[in-house]
C-alpha cells in the first residue's frame, strides 16, 4: 500500500456560501436578535409583495370579482356568494382586504426602492465630482444641496411632483403618476447620499492608490468609477437601507395627502387614507390592517438598517 503525500492531496476551495458563513459579519448577524427578526419580516413582506398574485384570493383590480354585496364585511366574515372567507375584512367596494395590502405593498416596494436607487445614483454621481473635482463644481454642488436642506423633504417632493404632474399632459396622469412619485422622492433624497460620498472621496482621493492611478495614466472618471466608487460604498449601503424605510414612509404620506399614487393602483397610503374615512363609523379593519403592515414594513427596514450601521462601523467592532 503507498501512502499518499499529504501534499499532492487535493485540497477542495470553500465555496462562496461557506466562506460568507464563516464570516464576523454573518457571525455578528446570528448574535443579533433585532437583525434575524427583522430580516425575518421585511422578507415575508417582501415575498408576499413580489407574489402577490399568487397568494393573494382574490384580483383586488378585476372589477369582475368585485361585488358592493360584499362591502364593509367584518375580517373572518364568509363570502356571500362563494362562501370563501375574508381574513381581514372587506372596504367599501367589497374588495378583499388582505389581497389589496398584498398588492399595495407592491406600489410602497416599487416605488420606495425606485426612489432610494434614483437618488443614490444622483447622490454618489454628484458627491464624486464634488469630492474628486473641487473647485466651483464643489461649491455650487454642495450650495444647491445645504439650500435643500433648510426646506422638509415631504415639502419637496410635493413641490416637485405637483410641478411635474401640472406639465404632464392630462390623458397621460394616472400612467406617469407613479414615475412623477419615484422622481419627486428621489430629488428630495439625493442630499444625503452626496454629502457623504463627497466627504470619503475628499479622503480617498489623496492616499497612495490614487496617485499611482494617475501616474500611469488613468482617467479621472475610470479613477473615480474604478478606485474611489468601491471605497466609499459601505456607508453608502447603510444610507441606502434606511432611506429605503424613509421613501416608503414618504410614499405613503404623499399617496394619504392625494398627491401620491393613483387609485387605479393604490398603494398602502392610498389605503390608509380610504380606511381613514371610515374609522368613525365602525370600520376599523380598513385602515388598521394596512397601516399595522406599512409600520412592520417601515420599522423592518429601519432596524435593519440600524444594525446594518453598527455591523460596518470598524469602532464598534
Known amino acids: 500500500m503507498v501512502d499518499t503525500p499529504l501534499h499532492d492531496v487535493p485540497v477542495k476551495d470553500p465555496s462562496r456560501l461557506s466562506l460568507a458563513l464563516q464570516s464576523d459579519?454573518?457571525?455578528q448577524f446570528k448574535r443579533s436578535p433585532v437583525a434575524v427578526v427583522s430580516f425575518a419580516v421585511t422578507m415575508i413582506l417582501v415575498l408576499g409583495a413580489v407574489f402577490a398574485p399568487l397568494i393573494a384570493p382574490y384580483d383586488p383590480f378585476d372589477p369582475a370579482s368585485l361585488n358592493l354585496m360584499n362591502g364593509f364585511s367584518a375580517p373572518m366574515t364568509p363570502n356571500a356568494?362563494?362562501?370563501e372567507t375574508f381574513w381581514l375584512g372587506t372596504d367599501?367596494?367589497?374588495?378583499?382586504?388582505?389581497s389589496t395590502i398584498l398588492y399595495g405593498m407592491r406600489i410602497s416596494l416599487f416605488v420606495g426602492a425606485a426612489a432610494v436607487a434614483f437618488a443614490m445614483v444622483l447622490g454618489i454621481t454628484l458627491g464624486l465630482l464634488a469630492g474628486y473635482v473641487g473647485g466651483w463644481t464643489?461649491?455650487?454642488?454642495?450650495?444647491?444641496?445645504?439650500?435643500q436642506l433648510t426646506f422638509p423633504a415631504i415639502l419637496v417632493a410635493m413641490l416637485i411632483f405637483g410641478v411635474a404632474k401640472g406639465v404632464t399632459p392630462v390623458e397621460y396622469r394616472d400612467q406617469m403618476a407613479i414615475w412623477v412619485l419615484i422622481i419627486a422622492i428621489g430629488l428630495s433624497d439625493w442630499v444625503q447620499f452626496a454629502r457623504v460620498v463627497r466627504g470619503a472621496t475628499l479622503v480617498e482621493k489623496n492616499k497612495?492608490?490614487?496617485q499611482a492611478a494617475r501616474l500611469i495614466g488613468r482617467t479621472s472618471p475610470a479613477i473615480m468609477l474604478r478606485h474611489i466608487l468601491p471605497n466609499v460604498l459601505s456607508p453608502v449601503l447603510v444610507i441606502a437601507t434606511i432611506s429605503l424605510a424613509l421613501a416608503i414612509i414618504a410614499e405613503a404620506t404623499l399617496s394619504f395627502l392625494g398627491v401620491g399614487a393613483p387609485p387605479t393602483q393604490p398603494s398602502l397610503g392610498t389605503l390608509i387614507r380610504i380606511g381613514q374615512g371610515f374609522?368613525?363609523?365602525?370600520?376599523?379593519?380598513?385602515?388598521?390592517?394596512?397601516?399595522?403592515t406599512l409600520l412592520a414594513l417601515a420599522l423592518s427596514v429601519n432596524l435593519l438598517g440600524d444594525w446594518l450601521r453598527d455591523a460596518l462601523n470598524p469602532r464598534l467592532r
Not at 464643489?138 to 439650500?147: F, G, Q
Open 25 to 27: 459579519f454573518f457571525y
Open 81 to 83: 356568494f362563494t362562501g
Open 92 to 98: 367599501d367596494q367589497g374588495r378583499d382586504v388582505f
Open 138 to 147: 464643489e461649491t455650487i454642488i454642495m450650495r444647491v444641496a445645504d439650500v
Open 208 to 210: 497612495e492608490y490614487v
Open 279 to 292: 374609522l368613525f363609523s365602525g370600520e376599523w379593519w380598513i385602515l388598521l390592517f394596512p397601516a399595522v
